[in-house]
């Protein structure tokens, strides 16, 4: 009796703490706190961000996108599958119906512009964010020799603005047809942008910490030095020649502040410093190495996902929150 007495005891004790483990998940992922200014911004910042890069590219958008562009199109299709739609793909079809080539890039060009201008200003984002993934993964698929980091983050932009209500709050929507939005817990999506990036930028240092060129300075040295990099500042970097330790630094610093990401960034203590690092690092990549989409975009993502946090423990009680329904599982051992 007294062993079946002890197991009893130490079988509720399991129960107990798994309870207690499940909650804090449940908590975690699923805890509604009301909390929507970043979905504002994200949506205002992307869309800010998204028209910029297109209206820089519309000068060359016959030399890039085109039957006429830079490097044929015969070319770039053979690393194109066949199934993929591409903007090619799409004017020979329409070519097929009567429609010349420069009628529909006039119309993918306003078509994008006004696209941008519907998440900007919260008219149906999440459909605009879908038709503009659609048209935006058709021109880069189509000319992948062109395409670069932003244009990646930018088609992950679009996907969470697809997944996220961000036009319930401060939207020309609201405006127009005077909606109260309702209650809607946004955690889960927020949950899975905050571990996908912090996701991105431990393996993004992780790779870099793998080589050695990264620890001794050369990808600085290579980087500052590439043809498009310090073209508006143009610094004389020269002077790096006799103090290298620099360039080693710089390299250690920026493998540090990556794969640490994960775990500084989620510490509340510590949370402000290393995301004021982060911001820092890619403001230096935006002026030295003149990848300013790319910088803006990664800035977008690490203020949307945890400046606001900030804010969260002063107006919400995690102890008094409540659970959408819609999300709550049943608990261990209920």
């Not at 119309?107 to 149906?124: A, D, N, P, R």
Request: net charge positive.
């Amino acid at each position: 009796m007294k062993i079946l007495f002890l197991l009893m005891n130490s079988n509720t004790k399991v129960m107990k703490n798994l309870n207690a483990f499940y909650t804090k998940i449940e908590n975690f992922f699923f805890r509604q706190d009301n909390q929507t200014e970043f979905l504002s911004f994200f949506r205002i910042a992307i869309g800010i961000v998204i028209l910029l890069q297109f209206t820089a590219v519309l000068p060359d958008f016959e030399k890039l996108f085109s039957s006429n562009s830079i490097i044929p199109q015969d070319i770039m299709s053979v690393f194109t599958p066949d199934w993929l739609i591409t903007f090619q793909k799409i004017v020979s079809f329409l070519q097929t119906l009567g429609i010349e080539e420069s009628a529909t890039i006039a119309i993918t060009k306003v078509s994008f512009i006004t696209l941008c201008v519907f998440i900007i200003t919260g008219f149906y984002s999440r459909i605009s964010a879908l038709l503009l993934l659609i048209l935006q993964i058709a021109l880069l698929k189509g000319s992948s020799f062109f395409a670069y980091g932003a244009d990646f983050f930018t088609s992950m932009s679009l996907f969470y603005l697809i997944l996220f209500p961000a036009d319930q709050h401060f939207s020309l929507r609201n405006f127009i047809f005077s909606r109260n939005p309702g209650p809607m817990n946004i955690t889960p999506v927020k949950r899975l942008f905050q571990i996908h990036v912090s996701i991105a930028y431990f393996f993004s240092g992780l790779d870099k910490a793998l080589g050695f060129n990264w620890w001794n300075g050369e990808s600085i040295w290579k980087a500052i030095h590439l043809p498009y990099s310090n073209r508006d500042l143009t610094i004389d970097f020269s002077w790096l020649i006799e103090h290298s330790y620099i360039l080693s630094l710089i390299g250690w610093t920026t493998i540090i502040i990556e794969m640490c990401y994960p775990f500084f960034i989620w510490y509340k203590p510590t949370q402000k410093t290393w995301l004021f690092l982060t911001i820092s690092m890619h403001i230096g990549i935006a002026l030295v190495l003149n990848l300013y989409y790319f910088s803006a975009i990664m800035i977008v993502w690490n203020i949307t996902n945890f400046y606001f946090e900030q804010t969260v423990k002063k107006t919400v009680s995690s102890s008094k929150k409540k659970i959408s329904a819609e999300y709550i599982p049943k608990q261990i051992g209920s």
